[in-house]
């Protein structure tokens, strides 16, 4: 059978490492001024889920080619890497994947993770996202490694429809389930995502605000965005915050809520009842680069400074060719005060006439 490979921009150069080495000091920002604060970290290119807004099983077939295990980073270079971004001023790690859960002893990553503390002397704050399938059964030991937060992705409430959305048929009962057991053993705030699809998923709306109100969790909505080259996306099919936020307040009136803190990717919304709040993810509609602070790696540790990006720079090569702390701290903090990224702002300029670049990375490369 002929392998599938979606074709990634390869740039094994991070760039010209400085001559004159630095030491971090705790800030770092770009060239729009924005600092570096957080660090969203892919272990693995894997997924139990065929979403078909990430991972179309047209595409992600059997005949796919994920990454060999040798490609991907160790917890060891992880836990290196992470350290130096903290020394930069990161404050907040979230694992995402693919499924995070499906790497082998993930649990271990987060032990590691979880004692290193902050330039400023706090806990390091340590959040993962998931699709919930496993979570019943790694909860507890997740909780006890030291995780802090969990965001679970949900596209609906009805089984059929769920069904549709992950494409293997996997129920909703079980995801739910696992929602309950992070909670019951201390793991939160817990927030649960929705991608919502307009035709697919869309009127799955005012049923998840009305199943989350009244409860612990704090539900998002996320407008279906441009990631990658691999979902179809179309303009025509992407229900807006604002749409969103006119469905749920016809029948659960909701006002808006201010941030809890600069850079926050989602907008705030509370019920008028004081019954809980819920969070709209304006990814297509609303820019939100001006105060973007975070920057990804890859699960074989590329180093990608927007979401949206068309090309990666190489941390693990500079780990494995012996490169010192003090270099690829020097190369982090080079790349990061270069960084121009604003392609949401000038993707809204002109959003209706959005095209599919067929150079961007993938979603599930990357991470959300």
């Known amino acids: 059978m002929t392998e599938k490979v979606i074709s990634i921009i390869d740039q094994r150069n991070l760039q010209a490492i400085p001559p004159i080495l630095e030491s971090p000091a705790g800030l770092v920002t770009d060239t729009m ?34 990454l060999p295990q040798t490609s991907l980073l160790s917890f060891e270079e992880i836990t290196r890497i992470a350290k130096l971004f903290v020394a930069h001023g990161v404050e907040k790690i979230r694992l995402t994947g693919g499924e995070p859960l499906l790497r082998k002893n993930i649990e271990k990553l ?39 937060r969990i965001t679970v992705s949900l596209d609906a ?9 992950n494409d293997v048929a ?14 019951q053993v201390g793991l939160g705030p817990i927030k649960i995502n929705m991608v919502v699809k307009g035709g697919m998923n869309d009127q799955e709306i005012v049923p998840m605000a009305y199943h989350f109100k009244d409860t612990p969790f704090i539900l998002r909505f996320i407008e279906y965005m441009d990631v990658g080259a691999s979902n179809g996306w179309k303009m025509d099919e992407v229900i807006t915050s604002y ?49 973007c602070t975070r920057i990804r ?36 903090a080079h790349l990061w005060r270069a960084r121009t990224d604003r392609y949401s702002v000038l993707r809204t300029a002109d959003t209706a006439n959005i095209q599919q670049d067929k150079k961007k990375v993938e979603m599930s490369y990357i991470g959300g």
């Open 33 to 66: 001024n924005r600092p570096l604060r957080d660090l969203r970290i892919s272990v693995t290119d894997r997924c139990n889920f065929r979403c078909v807004y990430c991972m179309p099983k047209a595409v992600f077939d059997k005949g796919y080619a994920f």
């Open 110 to 148: 987060i032990a590691m993770l979880s004692v290193i503390q902050t330039i400023s002397g706090r806990d390091l704050d340590v959040a993962l996202t998931t699709n919930g399938a496993l979570l019943a059964k790694k909860a507890r030991a997740l909780k006890d490694a030291g995780l802090k």
């Open 157 to 165: 409430l009805d089984d059929a429809i769920f069904k549709q959305m």
């Open 170 to 183: 996997f129920p909703v009962s079980d995801v739910l389930q696992g929602i309950d057991v992070a909670h």
């Open 243 to 291: 749409e969103v936020i006119q469905r749920i307040n016809a029948h659960l009136p909701i006002e808006a809520v201010q941030a809890n803190y600069s850079g926050e990717t989602a907008g705030r919304w509370r019920y008028q009842d004081g019954s809980g709040e819920i969070g709209v993810i304006s990814s297509v509609t609303q820019a939100f680069c001006h105060d």
């Open 297 to 332: 790696l890859s699960t074989e540790g590329k180093l990608y400074t927007c979401l949206f990006a068309t090309s990666g720079y190489d941390l693990r090569a500079l780990m494995r060719d012996g490169r010192s702390d003090a270099e690829i701290s020097t190369a982090i």
